[in-house]
């Protein structure tokens, strides 16, 4: 049973970095594609960043200023984040499956793997 565990959130102010964590366990064979989804109060759940091998996934709306890692040895992804503005402000959850390939790569349903969540709050 893959299972993924966030880290690394908290409070920063506008223009600050964070960088989240996301460690997993489990058949390595199941989790190839691994993506950070948040969720802000009172609005859906969206794909903020993906990874699948050698290629890498942006929202428009990060893109520039967040960037996707792994580090295989240590079975943990990373989401390095800069110049944050308050919109970025939401629970952030790491999901794995198989492969991103053979549909959009942030969709939602085809995820069998979730972490908890951790949250992220951006001040002005």
């Known amino acids: 049973q893959v299972q993924l565990v966030e880290s690394g959130g908290g409070s920063v102010q506008t223009g600050g970095s964070l960088r989240l964590s996301c460690a997993a366990s489990g058949p390595s064979d199941k989790r190839n594609c691994v993506v950070w989804f948040r969720q802000a109060p009172g609005r859906e759940r969206e794909g903020v960043a993906g990874?699948?091998?050698?290629?890498?996934y942006y929202a428009a709306s990060v893109k520039g200023r967040f960037t996707i890692s792994e580090d295989n040895a240590m079975n943990t992804v990373y989401l390095h984040m800069d110049n944050l503005k308050p919109e970025d402000t939401a629970m952030y959850y790491c999901a794995a499956r198989i492969s991103c390939i053979g549909d959009h790569w942030a969709r939602q349903e085809n995820f069998s793997y979730w972490g908890q969540g951790t949250q992220v709050s951006i001040s002005s």
């Open positions: 990874i699948y091998g050698l290629t890498r």
